[in-house]
């Protein structure tokens, strides 16, 4: 996607909307937790294997700064979704063995330069008449503004005690006895005739 040139975006925050298709409010606040977990974790690079572990209470786009910025990635199982819809981020450091635990404060208010732009646009967007240059114009605001806000106006962060998450499983696949499909042996059911089986083909039964 083009980055408007007008958004005086940080680079890394940059690579967080190429890589999550576009700029919102989300990642933005993704992005600002990341940075906070790099700079009170004192982490250096992208996570190459699993020494930083994020975990992240809900699965909106937020996630996707984590995967850019801390290397913390769905594949590598170092990117754990406990989906409960809150606006709370753990990031583990296991080396030094500290974790940091983020959580939103308040609802949104908007305070930068263009409070009645903002407002405008709000009412537009609540009431479903917002055009989509419109809502656009609304991210972009409302990121800027989330750019510019003390992290901590915007979230409480805590030191919370290190649990050690388990390392992503490595198990062999083996064919589910029903679909025929390589399946991960440890995520495999029993079925009725005492057949290993996937979960879709056992949920089927
Ligand atoms: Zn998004
Ligand atoms: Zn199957």
Redesign the pocket.
């Known amino acids: 996607m083009k980055i408007e040139n007008d958004l005086k975006l940080p680079e890394d925050m940059k690579k967080c909307v190429t890589f ?1 298709g ?1 700029l ?1 409010p ?2 933005t606040y993704g992005y600002i937790v990341a940075k906070a977990a790099v700079s009170l974790l004192k982490l250096d690079n992208r996570s190459e294997d699993e020494e930083v572990v994020a975990i992240c209470e809900n699965d909106s ?1 937020a996630v996707d700064a984590f995967q850019s910025i801390l290397g913390t990635t769905a594949g590598k199982g170092n990117l754990i979704i406990n989906n409960y819809g809150k606006n709370v981020y753990t990031v583990i450091k296991r080396n030094t063995q500290t974790a940091y635990r983020f959580s939103r404060k308040t609802s949104y208010t908007y305070s930068g330069e263009n409070k009645e732009e903002f407002a405008k646009l709000d009412s537009a967007i609540s009431s479903k008449k917002a055009s989509e240059t419109e809502r656009n114009r609304h991210r972009h605001l409302k990121t800027m503004d989330l750019l510019s806000k003390p992290f901590d106006e915007v979230f409480e962060s805590a030191k919370v005690e290190f649990k050690m998450p388990a390392y992503a499983p490595l198990a062999r696949s083996e064919s589910c006895a029903c679909c025929n499909e390589m399946t991960m042996k440890t995520l495999m059911k029993t079925d009725g005739q005492n057949r290993l089986v996937c979960i879709p083909c056992h949920e089927k039964e």
């Open positions: 999550h576009h919102c989300g990642l786009c």
